[in-house]
């Protein structure tokens, strides 16, 4: 019963993200990277045709009809990621926080994310061929990111503005987290006027001779990228001023105790 009680306090403290910095940053992010990029080795070496991020999404990875042999590998890479995720939600919320507002927007969010990358995974192994375009998939997609994105921005926003110094590293994390997402986003905004949009590449013969920033493939990857590397800073960020602030109690306090001495 004991051992039953043990399990089930470790899974609580896993799921409301109960970690020290040493566990997150050591383990938990480096996993998290580790088993995307294993997931897409292996979708992309079981792809029949060789593999262009220019002009190739994703979703391509995950579509049973072009990647027969390799679609599983990348939905239960989505998956595993998305548990991965969970704690990381109770890691930034934890206090102190500035907006107590932008906490509940922020942990909202990435759960919503989370609960999206979830299904995404699941949507990709029990439902492989569900439709031409699978409108399901690039919804779930796009609530993934978005809620992702938005959610570690959020909370490290708040969680900067709450504790002293450091500043500087959470404008890093959110800037490597944002750039390629806000790139993907002008250049959805930009293919919007039509096809004959200056500059932008839509047909698939145009996006074989185009510059790589240029298509939309492109910027998917890397707001993907920017997405994991982004999250990992935003836990290194709100690490160290976490760890700062302990210090900076304790020296007011040694500063304090040694005042009072001098009065007596």
Request: glycine fraction near 10%; charged fraction near 10%; include cysteine.
């Amino acid at each position: 019963m004991s051992a039953r009680r043990s399990v089930l306090e470790r899974c609580r403290s896993y799921g409301r993200g109960h970690l020290p910095p040493g566990i997150v940053l050591g383990l938990l992010c480096p996993s998290i990277i580790l088993c995307f990029g294993i997931a897409i080795a292996l979708a992309v070496a079981a792809y029949p045709t060789p593999f262009d991020i220019r002009h190739q999404w994703i979703s391509s990875l995950a579509s049973a009809k072009r990647n027969p042999m390799g679609y599983s590998y990348m939905g239960a890479g989505l998956a595993a990621v998305a548990v991965l995720l969970i704690p990381l939600s109770g890691y930034l919320s934890r206090e102190p926080h500035a907006f107590p507002a932008a906490r509940s927007v922020g942990t909202t969010l990435f759960w919503v994310g989370i609960a999206a990358l979830l299904l995404l995974g699941l949507e990709t192994i029990a439902f492989p061929n569900y439709g031409r375009n699978r409108p399901i998939h690039r919804l779930l997609s796009l609530v993934t990111l978005t809620g992702l994105t938005l959610g570690f921005a959020t909370l490290t926003i708040s969680r900067a503005r709450a504790m002293p110094g450091g500043w500087w590293r959470a404008v890093l994390a959110c800037g490597v987290l944002l750039a390629p997402a806000v790139g993907a986003a002008l250049a959805a905004v930009a293919l919007h006027f039509g096809e004959g949009a200056p500059g932008w590449a839509t047909s698939r013969q145009a996006k074989q001779t185009a510059p790589f920033f240029h298509t939309l493939a492109f910027w998917e990857w890397a707001a993907v990228t920017g997405l994991f590397a982004g999250g990992s800073l935003c836990a290194w960020a709100v690490s160290l001023r976490s760890a700062a602030l302990p210090a900076a109690v304790s020296a007011a306090h040694r500063a304090a105790a040694c005042l009072e001495r001098g009065r007596r």
